[in-house]
């Protein structure tokens, strides 16, 4: 069975800085495009920021200069360098991956669990 693990939310003060992981367990042979999502308290799930498997990276405004995403394709991992971090980016972070290989199939639309990311001013 594959499961996207998310790791490395807490509390943090504005301006301070969190990374997130993201990591792909199961029999897993590629994986599509992998992407951050942020839902914060009474609001829907906004996509953050994606990166394909080639690299090519994807931005919401709000954040772009300040968060970077990366991935590690060898060890199925992605991750969200968040810096300069402000309440409004408050909320439980998500990982989906739009594709996903493996030896028994292909599945699509997978999600983690989230990690919550609080930043207090």
């Known amino acids: 069975q594959v499961q996207l693990v998310e790791s490395g939310g807490g509390l943090v003060q504005t301006g301070g800085s969190l990374r997130l992981s993201c990591v792909a367990s199961g029999v897993i042979q590629s994986m599509g495009t992998m992407a951050w999502y942020r839902q914060a308290i009474g609001k829907q799930r906004v996509l953050v920021a994606r990166?394909?498997?080639?690299?090519?990276?994807l931005y919401q405004d709000s954040v772009k200069g300040r968060f970077t995403i990366s991935r590690d394709n060898a060890k199925n991992t992605m991750f969200l360098q968040m810096n300069s971090l402000k309440p409004e980016d408050t909320g439980v972070y998500y990982c989906?991956?739009?594709?996903?290989?493996?030896?028994?199939?292909?599945?699509?639309?997978?999600w983690g669990q989230g990690t919550q990311v609080t930043v207090s001013s």
């Open positions: 990166i394909t498997s080639g690299g090519d990276t």
């Open positions: 989906n991956a739009d594709e996903i290989i493996t030896n028994w199939g292909t599945i699509y639309d997978w």
